[in-house]
């Protein structure tokens, strides 16, 4: 049946053939969402090694976190670039689902993350949310979570205004931007954890920085952070 399943995954590709999505070059053989020069030539941080390193340098002085992370490099009209605008705007949540997993593995390596107790996503408006389909954080906090096989905390950390967009803001209207909006629906949840908070891109922080705030606010809460890319 294995085999049979093979075949025909094989002649179908040839009709509609799996496509990289940062190249477009077809995949081959056990090959998914990334080719295999892809997936070893995007612009991987490995910053997960470093307790202090480019990502906590963003929260310095405005949020305590035992460390930060991001899985790559964002480089304008570069491929993780694109990568990510098919991810939230093209709806191929598949690649959200793959780097989680991929960042996930690489965490499960490193001793500075293993006191993780909980992952939770940076929430969307629900609004918002069911226009796009899907929240792109927790997408990719869902891969992470399989990897980490660590339990991932939907629909606690909300966002209970909208805002625009960030882009083009400076990093104080970014601030003002956020600086209301999200609250906790169950405290308890987060009472003594160990949390990793997980956004798709971090720029100035200040999505970040609001999130942690909210759950620092929380008796014995110490925070973890990571992304899929972070500008510099």
Known sequence: MKILSTYTGDFLSLFYPRLCYACQKALVGGEECLCSFCHYHLPQTHLHKERENSVTRILWGRVDVETATALFYFQ???KVQKLIHQFKYKGKRDIGLYLGKLLGTQLRDSPLWEPVDIIVPVPMHRKKQYQRGFNQSEIFAQGISEALKKPLLRNKLVKVNKTGTQTRKTRFRRWENVESVFQLNDSEAFRGKNILLVDDVITTGST?????????????????IATI???T
């Open 76 to 78: 304008k009209g570069g």
């Open 208 to 224: 970040i920085e609001a999130c942690a705030s909210k759950l620092k606010e929380v008796k014995g809460t110490r925070l973890w």
């Open 229 to 231: 890319a972070f500008t």
